[in-house]
């Protein structure tokens, strides 16, 4: 049978499409992901926003509490407020450093399906083109 055949033409167009629609695949996959990392880097910062927020919230509650009673803000009360304040900013790093990671994942993995869906259209394509060239 030739190359030429209409059965091997259909085979090898029908191979190329195949090839090229898993190459845009792998350009969707990363785009997908490319646009989730930034949501889930905007949702960390506005939960971030939220948690400095609440934290200074009840840092000032916890200094009217203190000076509404008369205690002066020093000595164990003090210690008692600065690591209050150093915990919340350990929270606070933690969360966003949280967010970071978590937008770097989902872009990595976006580049990985986008590599494995290429290396299956380089795949397909030479695969259809040694059927093809074989017939």
Request: a positive charge.
């Amino acid at each position: 049978m030739s190359i030429w055949s209409a059965d091997n033409l259909f085979k090898l167009g029908a191979g190329l499409y195949s090839a090229r629609q898993q190459y845009k695949a792998g350009k969707r996959a990363e785009s997908i992901a490319e646009d989730n990392a930034h949501r889930a880097k905007m949702e960390a910062e506005e939960e971030a926003r939220r948690l400095s927020r609440s934290q200074r919230r009840n840092q000032s509650s916890l200094r009217a509490r203190a000076a509404a009673s008369g205690i002066k803000l020093s000595g164990s009360t003090k210690t008692y407020l600065d690591e209050y304040v150093d915990e919340d900013s350990r929270q606070l790093d933690w969360q966003k450093k949280s967010g970071k990671s978590r937008e770097g994942l989902i872009r990595k993995q976006g580049k990985d399906q986008k590599k494995t869906a290429q290396y299956g259209a380089y795949g397909s394509f030479f695969n259809t083109m040694s059927s093809w060239w074989d017939s």
